[in-house]
């Protein structure tokens, strides 16, 4: 079985052509990332369905971001998936709160089913800046959610980290590897693992990984670093051009990634914690 922390879905609902992949049936098999056949021959029973209201030919927030968790919602009902329980099904993620002018925003998408909620998609919104939380990202804490710190400024990151509340990275690359921005740091790992979360790192050639045994590299260094319940899989498939995926294009060439992993010497149980294990302890922790 594997869980996926990252699934761009909004993306491919409304922007295929921009991520140069085919838009089609959901039950078969095409030049894409993500769709139902590939999810069932790698075994993918668990998926973050992330609704990311942002026009990526402009990179500005859609007018309506409200209305793109409906319609990721209706696309999900389409193709026969359902919210998560027993250990199956989509988690509802935001990502990118940027447009949200107050708390009363945060409300109306944890009223719609909302579970999970990343809520950088930039340097500084009315949650915090590098500087750290505002009074807004301070109150989001308490909420019974996913928290994800994917995008967030590393003065966001420590000020969450001291307040000993659990959150993952579910998509990133390792400033170890490539030392951009967008990346995170050694420190940032260290956080993660002190407070119980988990690390995913997105599928791309410039600032993740792009290849099996790249890939492999990175989540054995989380491993050295936040121990092996901090590791686990995000890939940004539908939400990264095709031509940015490498050679890690669907859910069944993550199989090479995984004999890398044990021929870098890890067990077979480590293995089946990155894949599923180490996700699932963050998701019960909310339903």
Known sequence: MMADMHVDIYDYIQYPEYLEMEKGPFDREMRRSVDIPSMEK????????????????NYSYEKDPISSVEKTKEFLRKWGFHPYERREGYILH???????????????????????IGPFWEKENVFGDNKGLKETG??????????????????????????DRTFIVSHTGLKRFVDVERNISDRVIRWVGEVGGVIGIFVDKDWGAHTPYLLAKHYNHIKRIAGEESVGIGTDFLGLKWSELGTLKRYEDFEKVFKWLRYMGWSSEEVENLKWRNVVRIIDGVY
């Open 42 to 57: 790698a075994g993918v029973r668990i998926f973050f369905a992330s609704v990311c209201p942002i026009d990526p030919n």
């Open 94 to 116: 935001m990502e990118g709160m940027g447009w949200s002018k107050g708390y009363e925003d945060v409300k109306r998408v944890i009223s719609l089913g909302v579970k999970s």
């Open 138 to 163: 301070y109150r989001l804490l308490k909420e019974n959610i996913i928290l994800d710190m994917a995008h967030a400024p590393e003065g966001v990151i420590r000020d969450v980290y001291e307040t």
